[in-house]
Structures are given as C-alpha cells and as structure tokens.
C-alpha cells in the first residue's frame, strides 16, 4: 500500500495553513480532517503532485474534485456533529464524503454515473471509510431509503434548491448547497426548524451542474 508519504503530510500541512486557515476556515475538526485524509489518493496518478494545490482538479466523465477550500468551507457551514447522519450528492471521487465521515457517525454519498460511483466505493473502502455508503442514483431526489437527515451537502450545482432534499432533513438540520445558473454559483445554507426553512446565502463559487429530475437536464 501506498500511499501516504512525508511529503504528501506536508503538502497538506502547507494546502490547510495557506489556502483553509488564512481564508477564515477555523473549526479544528474540520481543519484535521482535511490535513488527515490523503487528497493525492482520490485523483488519477498522474495528477497526485497536483492534488494539494488551490483548485479543482479533473477527474473522469469530466467531473472535478472540488478544491480543497471549497470542501473544508462546506463542510464547516454543514458543521456535522459526532452523532450526525449526512448525505452528499455528487460523490465524484468521494474525497468530500471520505472528509464527512471522520466528523459524522454515517455517510450516505448518492451518484449519477456509474463509472465514478464504482470507483469511489471501491477506493473508499480500500481506504477504510467504512461508514460510508456509496449510493448509484439521481441525488436531486435526495436518497429516501435512509431519511431524515441531520446534514445534506449537494456538490454539484443545481437552479434552486431540490424540494426532495428539504424534505429529507430532520428538524434541526442543515442542507448546504450551490445555487445559480449552470456556470455560476452561490453557496446557500438552509437550516430546518420544524415547518420553517431559514435561509443563509454564502460565497460565490463554481461547480460542475446536478443533473436529474430537480437539477438540470441532461443538455
Ligand atoms: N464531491 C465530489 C466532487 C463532486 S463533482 C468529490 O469530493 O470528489 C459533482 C458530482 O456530482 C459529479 O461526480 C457528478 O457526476 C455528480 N452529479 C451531478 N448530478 C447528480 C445527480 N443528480 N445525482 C448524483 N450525482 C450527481
């Protein structure tokens, strides 16, 4: 097995001290995660030198790994707790759900190509993620079977924020989303009490489109 190294430590060492501290993420939980997991592990080999630098990277079905302080900035907003039952949509490499999981007790990851799906679950486990369960579906529905929620990351970017997923989250829990048009996004917090959606509007960002029946079509 590979695959960690000194010097992958220290490029994640240098990728949280100057690309996730300095721009004001602070939650110590998040912080280690994102210095513990082995980001270089999740894109193709040619592409590991370049796995801890400030943007996304490719990966395949020309889908991309969010860059890394995009993912620790969600997740801090998500801001999961110990006991947390999370779902993310859009597994793509399945780096975001391998950082959930060292915050939450359980990670559902839904995906739409079965290409990436396959690849992720068996890298996640080989990688001993095991509380994360890697699902093959159109995550604009949100994932039924294992609502309510308590946390619901959606890493694609989709036109407004999918009914489904609303009402998939526990009273008390928290969806964080990007929403705009197919190129350009804002990242959006709503935040569920009882029949009441608080919503929160966050940073601009840029995310590849949530395709499916609440997201967009297909072309
Ligand atoms: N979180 C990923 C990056 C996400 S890229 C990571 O850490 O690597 C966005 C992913 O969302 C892509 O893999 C894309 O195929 C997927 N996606 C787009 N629409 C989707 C849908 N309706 N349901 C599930 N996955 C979807």
Redesign the pocket.
């Known amino acids: 097995m590979i695959p960690d190294s000194d010097y992958f430590k220290q490029a994640r060492k240098k990728m949280v001290k100057e690309q996730i501290r300095k721009r004001g993420v602070k939650d110590p939980r998040v912080l280690d995660a994102l210095l513990t997991v082995p980001r270089h592990l999740?894109v193709e080999k040619s592409l590991q030198k370049e796995a801890y630098e400030d943007r996304p990277q490719p990966?395949a079905?020309e889908?991309?790994?969010?860059q890394p302080y995009i993912?620790a900035a969600m997740t801090e907003w998500l801001n999961p707790f110990p006991e947390s039952r999370v779902l993310?949509?859009?597994?793509?490499?399945?780096?975001?759900?391998?950082?959930l999981a060292l915050l939450a007790r359980e990670v559902y990851?839904?995906?739409?190509?079965r290409a990436?799906h396959l690849e992720?679950a068996e890298r996640l486990k080989r990688l001993n993620f095991h509380q994360v369960i890697c699902v093959l579906?159109?995550?604009?529905?949100g994932y039924e079977a294992a609502a309510p929620y308590d946390g619901i990351l959606v890493?694609?970017g989709a036109p407004h924020i999918p009914e489904a997923l609303l009402n998939q989250l526990n009273d008390g829990g928290v969806l964080v989303a990007p929403v705009g048009d197919r190129r350009h996004q804002r990242l959006i917090r709503i935040t569920r009490l009882g029949d009441e959606f608080v919503r929160e509007e966050g940073t601009p960002c840029r995310?590849?489109?949530?395709?499916?029946?609440?997201?967009w079509p297909e072309k």
């Open positions: 999740f990966i079905e889908q991309t790994i969010s993912v993310e949509i859009g597994t793509g490499s399945g780096y975001q759900a391998a950082v990851t839904v995906e739409r190509h990436l992720a579906s159109d995550g604009s529905l890493t694609a995310f590849v489109p949530l395709i499916g029946n609440q997201g």
